[in-house]
């Protein structure tokens, strides 16, 4: 049987037990779709299975930044911080240049505040300078120039401001894209299947025994190796294969919020709160996105919130930059909080180490945990070569050598794309140009298949809520090419409408008729 997109749940599952793999990873989340990308390409059969939606938990909750790190200079980390610049401009310009998109950041300096204008002159001077000046030269500016660049930036005490460059993105479709780029390359993927037990033969991991979570149907999945790339359960899984494995990680809580925006933002600010903790405000799908909190968390990870002191805290720290005006809770659209798996150990969380996790069980299943968008293929990459040389079951000894810089479908100019979106159709019934700018920026070429929903049912054309670009097209394609099962996968990760605040009863009750 060839799974394609597009195939149904059952086949899936069928395929899934008949097949013996090389590699099933669980957790489709930044490291569980990389690896499996990067393990796909290199010609092994891959399966990948997650107990919720694709990039469901963590990897849909970050600060949606593709980023080199600027505040790893404090710490020294030179080297770090250009590796990520190399990934970043990767990404921006061969990778996904259709889904990552270039961002000014400000950092603004007021008097009193933890850092001069000279270090932070310095500083983002360096930053540019290890991206080869790629985004410019990063400089102090003018505390007129910096308000021309963010209206909604407070003066009182404003000295000057530095500037520098780096990118954004949105995680859901980039996750959702790679995750495509899997299967197109002979991954076979599933998404809200749960893993009950793990298989052993000779008291080695050989696979997993799953059920569905959508209707309850039972399966199994044997392999050659077994990678648990689950994340914030990552510990969880390992007891699965030894109850008496000790904790690997700790977990700290990331909050954010999303908030209307009264006027354009020309860049994002980084505002320093103290020596090393920093808060963003960034311009983000039509909104401000804000955050984030860094703090300890020790309860279940399914029941991550973001929480009333959650919210106070980060108005109160944008607060440092931002006029009360464009902070009122009124005008806040979405909340959402999700956990860095940060190695165990003592110290507080703030100066842990931001590094991947791995280990190795008593029945050789390998976990890996932490990462982040930035650098995901590296660490894809790197893993699948950890895989290779793994003792007793090698996969091969130069998979990770073989692996090209493949782009994610869809590559292509966002700005051509929805200039054609819109020429394209007959004068009288041209697409919104909102609409073709939201295709655009979240599907690239991919956008035209969606558009051809709405040729064949002019219907889908619709917007689905009046006061977003989501069109019902839109829903179509994430539930029959993209695994959207459920009204969270459309409304949370396929679209923009839950981070717009417009997820309304009648949206979500309608897009549940469209899923049943």
Do not use: C
């Not at 106070?312 to 006029?323: F, K, P, S, T």
């Amino acid at each position: 049987m060839t799974i394609t997109i597009g195939t149904d749940r059952a086949e899936i599952r069928a395929e899934l037990s008949s097949t013996t793999y090389d590699l099933l990873v669980i957790g489709g989340g930044i490291l569980g779709t990389s690896v499996t990308w990067m393990a796909a390409q290199a010609g092994l059969r891959v399966a990948m299975v997650d107990a919720g939606d694709f990039a469901g938990a963590t990897s849909s909750a970050s600060s949606k930044l593709v980023h080199g790190g600027l505040r790893y200079l404090q710490t020294g980390n030179v080297k770090l911080v250009a590796e990520n610049h190399r990934e970043r401009r990767a990404l921006a310009a061969d990778i996904a240049p259709h889904l990552v998109k270039p961002l000014t950041f400000v950092v603004p300096i007021y008097k009193g505040g933890p850092h001069g204008a000279a270090k932070l002159g310095a500083g983002v001077f360096l930053y540019s300078a290890l991206s080869v000046f790629g985004d410019g030269m990063g400089k102090v500016i003018t505390p007129h120039q910096a308000l021309a660049k963010v209206p909604a930036l407070r003066t009182e005490g404003l000295r000057a401001a530095a500037v520098y460059g780096d990118h954004q993105m949105n995680d859901s479709r980039v996750a959702v894209m790679t995750v495509r780029a899997a299967v197109d390359a002979g991954a076979v993927v599933l998404n809200h299947a749960e893993v009950v037990g793990l298989r052993k033969t000779n008291g080695s991991v050989t696979g997993a025994d799953l059920r569905d979570r959508l209707d309850g149907a039972e399966f199994g999945v044997t392999a050659r190796l077994v990678l648990n790339a689950t994340g914030p359960w990552v510990d969880h899984l390992r007891r699965m294969e030894d109850p008496g494995a000790a904790p690997s990680i700790r977990l700290s809580k990331g909050a954010h919020l999303v908030m209307r925006r009264h006027e354009p933002w020309k860049a994002a600010l980084t505002t320093p709160i103290d020596k090393y903790r920093v808060s963003f405000a960034i311009p983000w799908e039509d909104h401000l996105l804000l955050g984030t909190t860094d703090e300890a968390y020790e309860g279940d990870p399914a029941d991550v919130r973001a929480t009333d002191a959650d919210i106070a805290q980060i108005l109160d720290e944008a607060g440092h930059a931002v006029r009360d005006s464009q902070l009122r809770r009124d005008d806040i659209t979405y909340a959402f909080a999700g956990l860095r798996v940060l190695p165990g150990g003592p110290g507080q969380v703030t100066s842990a180490k931001r590094e991947t996790v791995v280990t190795r069980g008593t029945g050789g299943m390998l976990s890996v945990a932490g990462g982040k968008w930035t650098t995901y293929r590296h660490i894809g990459r790197h893993v699948l070569d950890t895989l290779a040389h793994l003792p007793g079951r090698p996969l091969g000894d130069d998979l990770a050598a073989i692996l090209p810089a493949v782009p994610l479908p869809g590559l292509a100019s966002p700005d051509a794309v929805a200039m054609r979106l819109w020429t394209e159709r007959d004068p009288g019934t041209r697409m919104d140009p909102l609409v073709a700018r939201n295709l655009a920026t979240h599907y690239g070429t991919i956008a035209f298949d969606v558009a051809r929903l709405i040729r064949e049912d002019p219907a889908l054309g619709e917007r689905i809520h009046p006061d977003g670009p989501d069109i019902w097209a839109q829903a179509v394609y994430a539930r029959d090419h993209e695994w959207a099962a459920t009204v969270d996968d459309v409304v949370r990760r396929r679209t923009t409408l839950t981070v717009r605040g417009l997820d309304t009863p009648d949206v979500r009750t309608r897009i549940a008729s469209l899923l049943a």
